[in-house]
């Protein structure tokens, strides 16, 4: 299993890459966050005349950031069947192969995190240059941040599981399967505003939303005192959070592998594995 | 056998028949439903809540919906007209259009009516759906002239879409992610969830050769009450460089795709999949 996760991430990462030349590549990467994060910025700043000092803003900015990983992680992993189904048409020689596919796919969404990361990095470097964003690396809790991010790759990584399980057994629109769930949780997951702002009967949908959590387990651990302000999760403390979140993400191990058994055994039968629908 | 055809006759049947997918997968595939109304329109709940979690002025709920209708085109002359070739290509059809004796400059028209067609409803919902939800009302001050600069936002999207088609063909595997890099900055850039002004005089004045950009600034004032004393430039300039940009994408398009179909024929390189 661990060969299989080990080299699905060195697949994965040759696959994101390989495409362009380096700097293209960086171009790429640099380019597209940063101009995601920036129409965010120039909406806020229009409407607060520039006050990128509030916790406001840092609230926004850092959700909106690490909001990156889950459209990444997720979606990266429902694309990774879709790809090697339809485009690359090597998803019948993986299951031929003695590769452990849930690792497999797992490997190809740690691939997507590492390339994000990268993106994640940038953007928040942007914020502290040129925005004022109030994050210091004194103030980080790095041990918390650590433990999150250990987390949110293990709960991302099970949700993608799940889709990509779904992925496998669907036809029509199957490549937007994950974007339309990643889409989704934006709304709904206090990403880029507190749930507050929801009207009251949309609320408890991002409550029992697990990468809600998620992200105010970063937030707290970047920003601190910008968790603070909003009383969304105020009641929860750290470890309760970082508990929750370990909580979930063994709930949604045990959704991906129920899921992933189901979806391979109706796709092994019906002969799904190599089929191609030119999407 | 049905008659051969030729010439104009030839040329509308190509139009027509290209058309015809996009438009009867409305009736056949009803998943565009959530794909291409409601996706969109949670992308453009978010932007509303950010808007209303800051205080915002709530004629910028309106920009923000109208934005979002107006993005579906932007997405559509994207990935249904400047990647539709790579795909051709991927399926093996490109090599088919190029031997056949009909014009490739119908099979791309054809595309761009049935994405027209088929997208206008999708925005139409987006507008409609997202106006109910959050209460919003547009002041049409005058229809005639909100027509004829969604008429010219047409047709120089699906120009450059027309021309994006031959143009990303040539950059091979690079062309995906050059089409998803172009959707971020477009946005950014257009002023789709916010006007335009907002930025320094020659970055919008830039960000105009994107049809998008003048398109949004002249709908917002032409249906908001706000939208003149936010607007970039009088609606007259903005509808008159939209029909210069129409007549530049649609002759670039004409171009672009001759030297396709030259390199595709003398060179041999372009109309097998390279993945």
Known sequence: MWTSLKTATWLGWQIESNWASPSLFALYSIVKPLTSAAILVVMFGMITQGNFASTAFSYLYVGNAFYMYVGAVMAGMAQAVVDDRERFRTLKSMYVAPVHIPMYLMGRGVARFLTTSLSVAITLAFGVLFLQLQLSLGDVRWGLLLAALVAGVALLAMMGLTLASIVLVIAHNSWLVGEAVAAALYLFCGAVFPLEVLPWWLRPVGYLMPVTYWLELVRRALVGRVADAYPTLAGVGDLQLLVLVAILTLVFAVVAAATFRRCDHLARERGLIDRTTNY | ?275
């Open chain 2, 1 to 275: 056998m049905g008659s051969r055809s030729s010439g104009w006759r030839l040329f509308a049947r190509t139009v027509m028949a290209r058309a015809y997918p996009r438009l009867v997968m409305n009736v056949r595939e009803k998943w565009w439903l959530v794909f291409d109304i409601v996706l969109p329109l949670v992308g453009v709940c978010a932007y509303v809540f950010v808007y209303r979690a800051n205080g915002a002025h709530p004629d910028l709920i309106g920009f923000v919906i109208l934005g979002g209708a107006m993005s579906a085109y932007w997405m559509n002359v994207l990935w249904a007209m400047g990647n539709q070739l790579f795909w051709e290509k991927e399926t093996g059809n490109l090599a088919l259009y190029i031997m056949a004796p009909n014009s490739m400059m119908a099979i791309l028209l054809g595309m761009a009516l049935g994405g027209m067609a088929t997208t206008t409803l999708r925005a139409a919902s987006i507008l409609a759906i997202g106006s109910l939800l959050f209460g919003v009302r547009f002041d049409v001050s005058n229809a005639a002239m909100l027509f004829v600069v969604f008429a010219l936002a047409l047709v120089a999207l699906y120009g450059m879409g027309m021309m994006f088609a031959s143009m990303f063909l040539l950059f091979g595997r690079e062309g995906w992610h050059l089409v998803s890099l172009a959707q971020e900055p477009v946005f950014l850039l257009s002023g789709t969830f916010f006007p335009v002004r907002n930025f320094n005089f020659w970055v919008a004045a830039g960000a105009s050769i994107i049809p998008l950009t003048l398109a949004l600034d002249a709908i917002r004032q032409l249906t908001s009450s706000s939208g003149a004393a936010l607007g970039f430039l009088d609606v007259g300039t903005e509808v008159a460089v939209l029909a210069g940009l129409s007549v530049v994408f649609l002759i670039a398009a004409r171009f672009l795709l001759a030297q396709l179909e030259r390199l595709a024929i003398a060179e041999g390189r372009l109309t097998e999949s390279r993945a």
